[in-house]
């Protein structure tokens, strides 16, 4: 759990691409917080504020595995191979 206003981050993976997901999960309403960009739009460093009562509802349905099977499916297998 991060204390409110520090910086997200997750081991092996720079602050840039934490920032740009929390940007992502911002834009689909699951979570609130503060994103920093450069001039140029380049993500530097992001903070998450809360869960959204959307960010809840998510993470209490892909408990259940068919919801995650559906999400890996349809959201995150097109992620991967875009990417």
Not at 65 to 72: E, F, S, V
Request: hydrophobic fraction near 40%; proline fraction near 2%.
């Amino acid at each position: 759990m991060y204390p409110y206003g520090a910086l997200v981050t997750v081991d092996g993976f720079s602050k840039e691409i934490c920032a740009y997901h929390v940007a992502l999960l911002i834009d689909v309403g699951l979570v609130e917080g503060h994103i920093v960009k450069t001039d140029g739009a380049h993500y530097v460093s992001a903070m998450i504020n809360r869960i959204t009562s959307t960010g809840y509802d998510f993470i209490d349905g892909i408990r259940e595995d068919t919801l995650w099977g559906k999400a890996k499916e349809y959201v995150i297998k097109p992620w991967l191979l875009s990417s």
